[in-house]
Structures are given as structure tokens and as C-alpha cells.
């Protein structure tokens, strides 16, 4: 499968494209910096924009899923409300079979399943920040695109551990704690979401093994 990534240079972005590589798949990495990205066999790197509607269609011109892993800074309120609808007419115009948007676990509803002091957390310090990522997933419900929305837990440089639990959210009772997970788990995570036809239009939690409680 073509596996295109917008975030190829980003912590998490570069894990996927690794775990993308090594599952055999070839990968379209679409960056601003693309000198920042190691060549590698099955590995197709083009310079560019978020904004430039046009080139990015035509880059991702072949590929059957394209996913979203980019962001702002935390101060950016406004990242995803001002990219994503570039994002998601190139993808239309190129014909992309499945869209995967990463968020992350308390935009939106997802809060809701938190401990108190993550919702605290998420509600004040880091409000707009997350009020930005739910944006982005009401752009994309509108967008008529075959897609599916991760929510990834807080995540951290670190060796791989015990692997990601990936779960529909409407099976999760709760989050306890604050559980992290490494950029390299969560990647293998996607890139199993991302080529599942079975996950589209599905909201998923991405969170350590015991990092959730399911529903009674």
C-alpha cells in the first residue's frame, strides 16, 4: 500500500513512517523540510507546503491513504482550523481512499473519559489548544472523506514498551491517570489503523495497555 504522511519530520511522523517502511509498505512523505528526511528505498520525500493546495494534491497523487499527523504550537489555537481545509481538498482532488486524522485524547467529548486532573488539565491550561483539535474533526465530518479519527494519550520519546491498546471510544469508560506512551508504539498503532479498511469511521483511543477502563 502508498501510505502518505503529512508530519514526516515531527516526533510522532517519523516514527510512522519507519513503522510504515518496515511493514512493507512505500510511503509519500510530503514535508517543508524534506532535507530533514533520510532517504530510504520505498521512501518518496517532495518539499512543500501545508497551504499549497495544489501541490499537495499532486504529491499525494496515488496514494491510497494519506495520514494527518501534524500540530501547531501549544499556544496555536488556530492550527488546525487554518490548515485542515487545505489539507482535506487535496486529498479530495487526489483521490485518497482513507484519511486518517490524528488528534488527541481530551479534544472535544474525549475529556469527558479522562481522570479529574487530566480534565482539569485539558479545560484550563490547555482549553484552546484542544478546542482547535475538536475544530478540525468537525471540518473533517464535513468533508465527505472516507476517514478515521485516533486519539492518541500523551506520548514521550522512549524505546518501545509493551505495545499501544487501540480501542473505539465508544467502549471506553475512562482514562485513569495520565499514561504515556512512546512515539514508536503509537506509530505502529497508526500505520495499523491506516491500512485496516475496517476502521473507517471509527473515533479511536490510542493509549498504553492498561491506560483505559472498558464499559460495564
Given at each position: 500500500m502508498k501510505i502518505a504522511v503529512l508530519g514526516a519530520t515531527g516526533n510522532l511522523g517519523t516514527e510512522v513512517v519507519n513503522e510504515a517502511l518496515t511493514a512493507g509498505h512505500t510511503v509519500l512523505a510530503y514535508?517543508?523540510?524534506?532535507?530533514?528526511?533520510?532517504?530510504?528505498?520505498?521512501?518518496?520525500?517532495?518539499?512543500?507546503?501545508?497551504?499549497?493546495?495544489?501541490?499537495?494534491?499532486?504529491?499525494?497523487?496515488?496514494?491510497?491513504?494519506?495520514?494527518?499527523?501534524?500540530?501547531?504550537?501549544?499556544?496555536?489555537?488556530?492550527?488546525?482550523r487554518r490548515t485542515l481545509p487545505g489539507i482535506l481538498t487535496a486529498a479530495q482532488r487526489a483521490g485518497v481512499n482513507h484519511l486518517v486524522l490524528v488528534s488527541a485524547f481530551g479534544a472535544g467529548d474525549t475529556a469527558g473519559k479522562a481522570s479529574l486532573g487530566a480534565r482539569l488539565l485539558y479545560r484550563t491550561v490547555l482549553r484552546g489548544f484542544f478546542d482547535d483539535k475538536a475544530a478540525g474533526e468537525e471540518l473533517l465530518a464535513t468533508a465527505g472523506l472516507a476517514a478515521t479519527v485516533v486519539f492518541p494519550v500523551n506520548l514521550k520519546q522512549a524505546p518501545?514498551?509493551?505495545?499501544?491498546?487501540?480501542?473505539?471510544?465508544?467502549?471506553?469508560?475512562?482514562?485513569?491517570?495520565?499514561?504515556?506512551?512512546?512515539?514508536?508504539?503509537?506509530?505502529?498503532?497508526?500505520?495499523?489503523?491506516?491500512?485496516d479498511p475496517e476502521t473507517t469511521g471509527r473515533r479511536l483511543l490510542i493509549t498504553t495497555q492498561k491506560g483505559w477502563r472498558a464499559r460495564g
Open positions: 514535508a517543508r523540510r524534506p532535507e530533514a528526511i533520510t532517504p530510504r528505498p520505498g521512501l518518496e520525500v517532495v518539499g512543500g507546503q501545508l497551504d499549497d493546495v495544489d501541490a499537495l494534491s499532486a504529491a499525494l497523487a496515488g496514494s491510497e491513504t494519506l495520514i494527518v499527523s501534524v500540530t501547531g504550537p501549544m499556544k496555536d489555537h488556530t492550527f488546525c518501545s514498551g509493551a505495545g499501544a491498546a487501540v480501542e473505539p471510544l465508544e467502549n471506553v469508560a475512562r482514562v485513569p491517570g495520565l499514561p504515556t506512551l512512546p512515539f514508536v508504539d503509537a506509530a505502529r498503532a497508526l500505520v495499523s489503523v491506516a491500512t
